[in-house]
């Protein structure tokens, strides 16, 4: 019988493979569905790939690949005594079996494991290398964000410079450019700079390093992730997140006080602090009899710990029609042309999370894969923290966005166009700008509080407990009008470093907001969390009587009004950091075309201008530039540039829609054969620079569909600003990286609360207590 397995076996051992160190085996879940050992059919464990199959799906990955041999993994449920005894994989006890074979295709042709006396010695050590492997999501977990950090060896040593820095709690922006995100406060001098470039093309220009280069001053902290608990601190010199023991001490000395943070999330809560016991009940509905429903659209989604914020966000996402269409609609198409690693892509991850929700009747679907996969490479998201939900929701339109070439993209009912009005304060002239965006965010005015007197009342008991060590006053929760909130959004807000084109110089300078359009849905999210000037972060504790039905046709946008006077279509003048130090020049390269023929000077300029990135790359902007009269000119950097010809005259719109990047960036591109307009995306998605642009052109390619479009601007769907409210995402909690999600969707007449796996319907919705809010377009008619 040996003889025969060996035989049988023999065509098939090229395929098999024994798990490295590094492989995942997806040994608990299936790729296209939610079947795992406990299944009926159990699992099916490729031994060449090591993903995971249900019954169902396993002939397909058979068909597709031509891979034969497969690790069938089958776990029993038994009643012993009135309980429920769950048998896992590798688990051996005198009550308990495991099953696990040996499964050929297409015959089934089944091995019992193990069988260390009939299989090849190859077979028997690959067969006891799955089972034996950790799974695929605790490797995840192991090398999350968050996981074994080290002592930095500067944080005990780290010397301070007495130099006055005081940080704000808000409003930072690069010393060295005009990023206002993943920004690093330097422990040192209170540098703020921007970090590195992210794989997605977000990030930063990386000035944060390049100051570390400059100083050699080790440290920095992230500025938007300082919580009562810590904070993302980073070593420029041991290259890697590390731990600072001191890192309280070291934020005190520019103004941030953590000490006085740690108090107020422990000691009674701060003026108008959440009343976290009332708010938490009132919110989950608490001591209700709600009654629980199952079925198609009623599907809860299990919490992986800390994961609500995902999982209230695609409860929402999946009762939209346009993403039901999208990605249910194509369930077939999809699974068909799923790549060979269907646990990458994000297509085939979304449908099974969104096809086994609609389809089938479960308490819960528990989403390990589509979480690893839609937080891969994301320093917030791929950690086992809790997030803000209304950031994951941006992130996953932008995956949504990029994942949608040559189909439906889901997004479109999100967009919409932002009309943007600036006025000079002193010429009284104004200019009309346009940017797209996918959320609308509202203002809570605490001044508008119709129970201010009953605030104040409250805030003076609450000091004079404190003052004499009593217990505090029942908590008072403010009630705002949503016609405020609406007012506030509308208000003048001041334009930090306005450059008035008018005076050629900054001035100051207020903007309005408008819609330019109206999106198919509009997205709502309530401005609940701040800071206070002492960096203590703060969740506002309010109602607000958010309405069924929204009219915001007033708030539409109407351009050029009579009698105003536009600033004149100049752009700013340039201003380069001064620096006496030689131009960065890779003097080898520029040799090397020079030896080709080209004057120095100009292989110098070449090699400067295209961030040394090598001869290939500087030969092609040579080519581009021949032409140029000041082509052998030396390389000269002024530190001051005159305005030049504005976008408009250049056939271009000067507005955010269209920051258009530097034609010399978009030369050296377009001479290596890449389409104009695909190579400004590539541009503008990576902050101008080539080196990344052109990583992003080959890891984007262009769709069909844009390389036809007409220039003239991002897709939206305009329409009537008349909505109705369908859902809605609460949070509870003290800080949005605390607490918990709940969402509430209105499903076919009925409010429904989604509360992790479990589904009920809603007695009393707590509209008021919201965070986000999601409204569907009225028909016209």
Not at 143 to 163: G, M, P, T
Not at 210 to 216: F, L, Q
Not at 672 to 698: C, S, Y
Request: glycine letters at 6%; aromatic letters at 10%.
């Amino acid at each position: 019988m040996a003889a025969d397995l060996g035989e049988l076996l023999v065509p098939y051992m090229p395929t098999i493979r024994v798990p490295r160190a590094g492989d995942r085996v997806f040994k608990s879940e299936c790729a296209f569905s939610y079947d795992s050992p406990e299944s009926e059919g159990g699992l099916y464990v490729c031994m060449n790939t090591f993903l995971g199959f249900g019954r169902e799906h396993v002939e397909r990955h058979y068909r597709k690949t031509g891979q034969s041999v497969y690790m069938l993994l089958k776990r029993h449920v038994k009643e012993v005594r009135g309980h429920t005894i769950c048998f896992y994989i590798g688990l051996h006890t005198d009550s308990c079996e495991d099953e696990a074979k040996l499964v050929i295709f297409p015959d089934h042709f089944e091995i019992p494991l193990p069988n260390i006396e009939e299989l090849p010695a190859l077979v028997t050590i690959a067969c006891d290398a799955a089972l034996n492997a950790a799974s695929a999501y605790k490797k995840q977990e192991s090398d999350s964000w968050d996981e074994e950090i080290q002592v930095s060896k500067h944080a005990r040593s780290l010397r301070q410079q007495d130099n006055g820095v005081r940080i704000p709690p808000s409003g930072w922006k690069c010393q060295k450019c005009e990023m206002r995100e993943n920004l690093w406060l330097n422990l040192t001098d209170g540098a703020v700079l921007c970090g590195k470039w992210f794989f997605d093309g977000a990030g930063g220009n990386g000035h944060a390093l390049d100051h570390y280069k400059d100083t050699n001053f080790p440290l920095a902290v992230k500025l938007d992730n300082i919580t009562a608990d810590g904070a993302d601190i980073y070593s420029f010199d041991e290259e890697e997140a590390v731990l600072d023991p001191h890192i309280s001490e070291h934020l005190q000395h520019f103004g941030i006080d953590m000490l006085q943070m740690q108090q107020h999330t422990f000691k009674q809560p701060l003026p108008f602090h959440i009343d976290q016991c009332n708010e938490w009940e009132v919110i989950q509905e608490s001591g209700m009899k709600l009654k629980e429903v199952y079925g198609s659209g009623f599907t809860g989604i299990k919490n992986l710990g800390n994961s609500c914020y995902l999982g209230t966000t695609m409860q929402v996402l999946f009762s939209i029609p346009e993403f039901q269409r999208a990605y249910v609609g194509n369930l077939q198409r999809i699974y068909d042309y799923s790549p060979l690693d269907p646990t990458t892509d994000f297509s085939t991850q979304i449908q099974v999370v969104l096809g086994f929700s609609l389809q089938h009747q479960s308490k819960g679907i528990s989403p390990k894969m589509f979480k690893a996969m839609v937080s891969k490479g994301h320093p917030e998201f791929s950690s086992n923290r809790q997030q803000d939900a209304h950031e994951f929701f941006l992130h996953l339109i932008n995956l949504v966005e990029r994942n949608s070439a040559g189909s439906e993209n889901p997004s479109d009912v999100f967009r919409y166009l932002v009309e943007e009005r600036v006025q000079c304060c002193q010429t009284q002239k104004v200019c009309y700008n346009q940017k797209v965006d996918y959320l609308m965010q509202l203002p809570a005015p605490m001044e508008a509080a119709s129970n201010r007197e009953e605030l104040i009342a409250y805030e003076a008991k609450r000091r004079e407990a404190e003052e004499n060590m009593r217990a505090p006053p029942e908590p008072v929760r403010a009630r705002i009008p949503f016609t405020a909130c609406l007012q506030a959004f509308t208000e003048p807000e001041n334009v930090p470093d306005f450059w008035s084109s008018a005076l050629q110089a900054k001035s100051a300078g207020v903007k309005t907001s408008r819609f330019a359009s109206f999106p198919e849905y509009l997205v709502v999210q309530i401005k609940k969390f701040t800071f206070g000037v002492d960096w203590v972060p703060k969740k506002l504790d309010l109602s607000i009587d958010v309405p069924d039905f929204l009219d915001l046709s007033r708030l539409r946008g109407t351009g050029l009004q009579a009698g105003e006077e536009e600033l004149p279509d100049l752009t700013p003048p340039i201003v380069l950091p001064e620096d006496t130090r030689a131009p960065d020049i890779d003097e080898s390269a520029a040799m090397q075309l020079a030896e080709m023929g080209f004057p120095l000077e100009a292989c110098r300029k070449a090699v400067y201008y295209t961030g040394n990135m090598g001869p290939e790359m500087a030969f092609n902007w040579i080519i581009a530039h021949m032409e140029e009269p000041d082509f052998a000119e030396p390389l000269a950097l002024p530190s001051f540039m005159e305005p030049g010809p504005s976008m408009a005259s250049l056939g271009l719109a000067a507005t955010p829609l269209d920051n258009q990047p530097p034609e010399e960036s978009i030369a050296i591109l377009t001479s290596m054969g890449f389409p104009r307009r695909h190579t400004v995306q590539a541009l503008k998605a990576t902050n101008n620079n080539l080196e990344r642009a052109l990583d992003w052109i080959f890891t984007h390619p262009e769709r069909e569909e844009e390389a036809n479009q007409d220039a003239s601007g991002p897709r939206i769907k305009d329409g009537p600003g008349r909505y109705e409210l369908f859902a809605f995402i609460s949070h509870m909690g003290a800080s949005t990286m605390s607490g918990r999600y709940v969402c509430h969707i209105k499903k076919e007449g009925r409010w429904v609360i989604f509360n992790d796996h479990k589904v009920c319907l809603s007695e009393r919705p707590p509209k008021d207590l919201g965070y986000i809010y999601f409204y569907r377009r009225l028909s016209s008619c």
